[in-house]
Structures are given as structure tokens and as C-alpha cells.
């Protein structure tokens, strides 16, 4: 995974992350399950696990040391670090995941950026489209941005944990070594 700045906002990192991984190659230094699905670019670090019934669409990366699936479906342009968890039924669509990032259950985490050690509880939606389809603005280091995008997810500060069930609307920041309580709805 590239080094990045916690100066360059969020969307622009997702922006870079898609120019640089159109052009990632192939690369297994893992294990496929051969009941997974990869119909995309897979760069697999070593030590890491694609487990049965997880499908991979688009330009993906992930590092050493993680498990992925079973039921996991990534597509679009993704990266995940070293130490990961996505497990059963998660989502993961054009986003990046820091190392050390847990994300074991039905969960939904799409165009957002987490930085390392997060732990993010069962059943959690990471919303990535307002309801009217307007462009997403985000907070970022005291000024409110106009993205220029409909589709932006929220961004997750390093040593933080998310509750079982919570949902996070488009465009949020939520601060390292943040707790929130399961079932809560991140608005703010």
C-alpha cells in the first residue's frame, strides 16, 4: 500500500488510489479458495486468504495477512493493508482500508477511507449516496469542501471502533480513536 498524507483529504485519496490501481498486476502470494470469484485484478500479499464464496470485481489490493471472506464481495478500486479482516458478507466498493482494519460481518463500506487499527462492529452501513443524488460535501481540517462527487463515503480515523449496527451517512469524518455506540447513526 502507498504511503499517504493525512493532509490530502479523503476523496482525493480515493481518487489517486483509482489511477494508480487501473494499472495494478496480477499477483498471488496467498491462497485462492477455489470457490472464489475473481473476475477483476487480484494483487494478494503473502500469508493472505480469499475464502470460498467471495467474489472480486475491479482493481483490488490487499496486503499480507488477511482473511477475506467467506461471502465477501470487493469491486471497484480497493485497497487493504497488511493484518486485515473482511469477513462473511461484506461489502467493500472503491474504498481503502488501513493495516490492522477489522471488518468480520455484514457490513457495507462504500467509497471511504479507514485508516489502521479499526474495529467495526456487525451489520454497520457506510452510506455513500445522499437521497436527493446531490454532491456530497465533507468536512476536512476546519473547512466544509464541495467534493464535486455523489458518491463519497465517510472517512474513520485510526484507533477507532464502530458499534454493531451503525450507520454512517455520506461525507462524515469521524476522529481517531473514536467509540460509537451500536445502533447509533453518525450525522454529524
Known amino acids: 500500500m502507498p504511503p499517504h498524507s493525512q493532509e490530502t483529504p479523503p476523496w482525493q485519496r480515493l481518487q489517486k488510489q483509482a489511477a494508480e ?15 472464489a470469484v475473481i473476475s477483476g485484478v487480484l494483487e494478494l500479499g503473502a500469508g493472505s486468504v480469499i475464502k470460498p464464496g467471495t467474489v472480486i470485481e475491479g ?21 487493504i493493508g497488511n493484518n486485515c479482516v473482511v469477513g462473511n ?16 460481518h455484514l457490513t457495507y463500506i462504500g467509497d471511504s477511507v479507514l ?11 457506510f452510506s455513500n449516496f445522499r437521497h436527493d443524488a446531490g454532491e ?12 464535486g462527487l455523489n458518491k463519497l463515503g465517510c472517512y474513520i480515523g485510526s484507533h477507532s471502533r464502530i ?15 473514536t467509540h460509537t455506540y451500536p445502533g447509533s447513526v453518525i450525522k454529524d
Open 115 to 125: 485508516e489502521d487499527d479499526i474495529n467495526v462492529g456487525g451489520g454497520c452501513i
Open 21 to 35: 490501481l487501473c494499472h495494478l498486476q496480477a499477483a498471488n502470494h496467498g491462497c485462492i479458495h477455489p470457490q
Open 163 to 177: 458499534g454493531c449496527k451503525c450507520v454512517i451517512l455520506p461525507g462524515r469524518v469521524i476522529p481517531a480513536g
Open 89 to 104: 458478507a461484506v461489502e467493500i466498493k472503491n474504498s481503502i482500508l488501513g493495516n490492522a482494519v477489522f471488518v468480520s
Open 59 to 79: 482493481f483490488v489490493r490487499i496486503g499480507s495477512n488477511c482473511s477475506i471472506g467467506p461471502n465477501a464481495y470487493l469491486r471497484g478500486y480497493v485497497s
Open 136 to 147: 456530497i460535501r465533507m468536512p476536512w481540517q476546519g473547512t466544509l469542501h464541495h467534493t
